[in-house]
């Protein structure tokens, strides 16, 4: 048997880009609200207008208990309610998503589904801009020392 020897310096180990980096966004606490009434109001319509499918009714239920985690992390950071951001990933606009088309294929309030869609575009307006996430306790949460990068106080999104 041969056994090859190599005196090769180890190489320092290539960060994994196979994986699709999670990405979060800043959400107000009066965002958040507003993101609940949809999501429950979508899971009402959906349940109104599809009894069978009993898998997905209250899907909100758990990712609105993670956001208020989250909120309940941040507010700890932040004093003021008013200026508490809580971070909601990406993929969580899906469920945004669905719950405003239940709005308004199964004939809810229109309302809602109007102020779901401007929450959409609010968020995703806000996609591809950076801020540090930290983990408090495993709970993510944006950074209170870290700067924004775009003012989230700002009742409209600003004009280009």
């Not at 005196?7 to 990405?23: I, K, L, M, Y």
């Not at 985690?69 to 990933?89: K, T, Y």
Request: proline share 8%.
């Amino acid at each position: 048997m041969f056994f090859r020897r190599t005196n090769r310096a180890q190489r320092p180990a290539q960060q994994r880009h196979d994986f699709p980096r999670v990405e979060y966004i800043p959400m107000s606490l009066t965002e958040l609200q507003a993101f609940e009434r949809v999501m429950v109001h979508g899971d009402a319509c959906l349940r109104r207008g599809r009894p069978d499918l009993l898998s997905l009714h209250n899907r909100s239920t758990e990712l609105i208990g993670n956001l208020y985690r989250s909120a309940g992390a941040a507010s700890v950071h932040q004093a003021d309610p008013a200026r508490v951001r809580i971070p909601i990933q990406k993929g969580d606009l899906f469920w945004l998503e669905s719950a405003i088309r239940d709005i308004e294929q199964y004939r809810g309030d229109s309302g809602l589904a109007h102020e779901g869609r401007q929450l959409l575009n609010r968020f995703n307006a806000l996609l591809g801009q950076q801020r540090a996430v930290i983990h408090a306790g495993g709970t993510p949460m944006f950074d209170p020392d870290a700067p924004a990068p775009v003012i989230v106080d700002a009742p409209q999104l600003p004009a280009h």
